[in-house]
């Protein structure tokens, strides 16, 4: 029980966790299916459910939304083939999104198809359980960890570490089941911060202490002085309706060994501690203005039953965000890995059961997401690669796209989510499609949009960020955007401001178009082939 919990003033969601813990609701699936959605408890059925990642849905009544979890972004091609057969099912309905964490979500569930499909996933390891509500989110890692020959630390086994201790390895933990709030970790592996640790509850960027020198015991010789590797610590960062801010840093440095059991002294103070009276203010970073971050980091160092190291002055997060699009040699002799280009994220059956087809043909089976949406197939053999660069897929889903294109990112919008203001995803591609037609580039330019202030769509990450909103036009309302301008990922990352407000959506491509020409050096194309022919 929490120091807050007691009192009598929780809202709606401290009630019914309280009236019953949400992994109860595993036991009830069977009896879920036979009831039908219709029949359920509402409570169970609209909230409860989410502890299994499955997320009834107002819009789309009867069609659920499933959200997996996939640490540090990698699946086989057995999993997707799985996940390719359980959207198939739902025919036009069917469809799955690539998440901003390294994650997937199918749609169009229905509640009678639940036991099989969970019988499905165990078959082949996956598992989506408390990948929703109050609970730690899907854990991000370095998308090509193991990959690449200039990475810093492989971050792979650390998020499935996590995972496993969070989730009892796949099967349901209530020690970290009733948090106050959702709860965000990512661990960076590489120089350009590619998890965009600035954004998440928790964060470990890679930085090097200096050696120590110790003598090593019984032999009379001394260790190298050459540094030693571990991560500098940051919390506190989220995006919400009611308030954004960016990760502070904790003034620890940890080893590797050292970040599973940092993770859960993090997550037992907070969720012992955090507060659960206003929904809105229940995120990690309200507990640290409460009592300041040095009596915070005092508490967690008494349930890690040890003194924290200060942090290293200079992390080793110092080059440009990489997008991981194309083509690019691993670190492994004669092995490449192709990043595609997923438009706004969005697969169907048959593209899964392809991109599972490639990886299979051309690699190992192996396929990795990135926070972008895209996605990754690692070891294509030289002698497999030019073939791998004719097949029809890649003229959808590209490996070198448009330079908007490229960058895109959408929440899901209005046509799933409930809480999305304006359609998203659909309306992106086909602004984004208009101004490359219409314009040059010299640089990529990352355009997120997103449905709703909750922000699934990070647009203050972006150089342009769009929120949707509500406007009043000539007497009507309308679906329109508030603008965000600087945001910045990779090194000195920083989250970008609100700069302009209530463009109707139907007046946002020719304002999106000035924009771009004037301040990411974007050209009218009759302009360039003007300058072109003097």
């Not at 200060?310 to 080059?319: G, N």
């Not at 691993?330 to 059961?353: C, H, T, W």
Request: charge should be negative; hydrophobic fraction near 40%.
């Amino acid at each position: 029980m929490t120091d807050t919990a007691t009192t009598t003033n929780l809202n709606k969601f401290e009630k019914l966790k309280a009236e019953k813990d949400g992994l109860a609701i595993k036991s009830e699936i069977e009896e879920f299916a036979a009831l039908g959605w219709e029949a359920m408890n509402e409570t169970d059925r609209d909230h409860r459910l989410k502890w299994v990642g499955v997320f009834f849905r107002p819009v789309t009544p009867g069609k659920f939304m499933m959200r997996l979890r996939m640490p540090n972004g990698i699946l086989t091609s057995n999993q997707m083939r799985v996940l390719a057969q359980v959207v198939q099912r739902y025919g036009d309905d069917g469809c799955a999104d690539i998440t901003t964490r390294q994650n997937i979500q199918l749609r169009g569930i229905r509640i009678e198809d639940l036991p099989d499909i969970f019988n499905r996933f165990h078959a082949v390891g996956l598992t989506t359980v408390q990948s929703g509500m109050d609970n730690v989110r899907n854990i991000t890692g370095d998308p090509v960890a193991g990959l690449d020959a200039d990475e810093l630390y492989d971050t792979r086994e650390l998020v499935q570490q996590i995972q496993d201790m969070l989730t009892n390895k796949g099967e349901g933990n209530p020690e970290f089941s009733n948090l106050p709030r959702k709860f965000n970790i990512a661990i960076a592996g590489g120089r350009d911060n590619s998890v965009h640790a600035e954004i998440n509850d928790l964060a470990f960027v890679p930085a090097f202490k200096e050696g120590t020198g110790d003598r090593e015991q019984g032999t009379g010789q001394e260790f190298s002085q050459s540094p030693i590797f571990g991560f500098n610590v940051l919390v506190g960062g989220f995006f919400s309706a009611k308030r954004c801010e960016a990760a502070i840093p904790l003034n620890a440095w940890v080893a590797p060994e050292d970040v599973v059991a940092l993770c859960r002294a993090v997550l037992e103070v907070f969720r012992d501690h955090g507060p659960r009276a206003n929904r809105q203010k229940s995120r990690l970073m309200w507990l640290i203005d409460e009592w300041g971050l040095d009596k915070f980091r005092a508490e967690v160092e008494s349930r890690l039953g040890k003194s924290l190291l200060p942090a290293v002055p200079k992390d080793e997060i110092d080059w440009e965000k990489r997008d991981h699009i194309g083509v690019y040699k691993q670190k492994q002799s004669g092995l490449n890995y192709a990043g595609l280009n997923i438009p706004v994220g969005r697969l169907y059956a048959e593209d899964m059961f392809e991109i599972a087809r490639l990886a299979e043909v051309y690699g190992t089976g192996e396929i990795r997401f990135t926070v972008e949406q895209n996605i990754v197939i690692p070891n294509i053999a030289e002698s497999r690669l030019a073939t791998f660069l004719t097949e029809p897929l890649l003229e959808r889903f590209s490996i070198d796209p448009g330079l908007l294109t490229r960058s895109l990112v959408s929440c899901t919008g209005a046509q799933f989510c409930n809480f999305a203001l304006i359609e998203t995803k659909n309306r992106a591609l086909a602004m984004i499609k208009a101004l490359e037609e219409d314009l040059t580039f010299t640089k990529p330019v990352r355009i997120h949009w997103t449905g709703c202030p909750n922000s699934c769509g990070q647009p203050q990450v972006a150089d342009i960020g769009l929120m949707g909103t509500k406007i009043r036009k000539n007497g009507k309302t309308l679906e329109g955007v508030d603008i965000y301008m600087g945001g910045k990922v990779g090194k000195d990352a920083h989250l970008g401001t609100c700069t302009i407000k209530g463009i109707a959506c139907e007046d946002l491509q020719p304002l999106l178009q000035d924009l771009l020409i004037k301040n990411f050096g974007a050209k009218l194309k009759q302009e360039a082939l003007l300058v072109g022919n003097y």
